[in-house]
């Protein structure tokens, strides 16, 4: 199965999720889908630009997580009036991105996240040592 399909799949099996994205470090997105009415509430109705936007807020939030000695950032969630975002670490350097409706199904998001993890990290193989679990 190829990454976009995984995370087709994914997004497919969730209440109220907008989209999916893998993205590096930078912001930048490896892979990602989206539902067709996902533009009425995401910017420009794609992933790319919160995954750009947030990675800043995310490398703020590592930071303070070193400096309270708490270990790596693994999940971080931001609720906001039009929708919100679930961040979990894949790995060094990769995060998984999922963007819910208002009224999304947050605890099936974590629970698909939970299943499909191990399916991406194989997908773009990533060697046991940069999984940040």
Do not use: C
């Amino acid at each position: 199965m190829s990454l976009d399909s995984t995370l087709a799949e994914f997004m497919s099996a969730g209440s109220g999720i907008l989209g999916v994205a893998l993205m590096d470090g930078d912001g930048i997105p490896i892979a990602e889908t989206t539902q067709p009415e996902a533009g009425a509430l995401l910017p420009e109705g794609e992933m790319s630009t919160l995954a750009v936007e947030f990675e800043r807020v995310l490398g703020e939030a590592d930071k303070a997580a070193d400096a309270v000695v708490g270990g790596p950032l693994r999940e971080t969630q931001i609720f906001m009036a039009r929708f919100s975002l679930f961040f979990t670490r894949v790995a060094d350097g990769l995060t998984l991105v999922v963007a819910l409706e208002p009224n999304g199904n947050l605890g099936k998001a974590r629970y698909l996240i939970r299943r499909k993890i191990l399916d991406i990290r194989e997908e773009i193989e990533v060697p046991q040592q940069l999984i940040a679990d």
